[in-house]
């Protein structure tokens, strides 16, 4: 479970989506935005835990040295 805080203009947008159908709640609003914002950055966050791993394997070699 999580628990946020958004603005009001959020909230009154998300209540205006589910109030008209386009949404059956505001958590699966929520869940469905969520899930969008992860596809679109999949790439990016692979990227970045390559790089990570990479560097964390150069400083495990320098130690060794």
């Known amino acids: 479970m999580i628990n946020c805080t958004v603005s ?5 947008k998300i209540d205006e989506m589910v109030a008209y159908g386009m949404f ?3 958590s699966g609003a929520v ?7 992860i596809n679109r ?10 790089e990570h791993r990479e560097s964390k394997m150069v400083v495990s070699t ?3 040295l």
């Open 8 to 12: 009001p203009y959020i909230k009154d």
């Open 31 to 37: 869940a469905i935005s969520l899930m969008e914002l």
């Open 62 to 64: 320098a130690e060794t």
């Open 24 to 26: 059956s709640t505001i």
């Open 41 to 50: 950055n999949e790439h990016e966050l692979k990227a970045l835990k390559s």
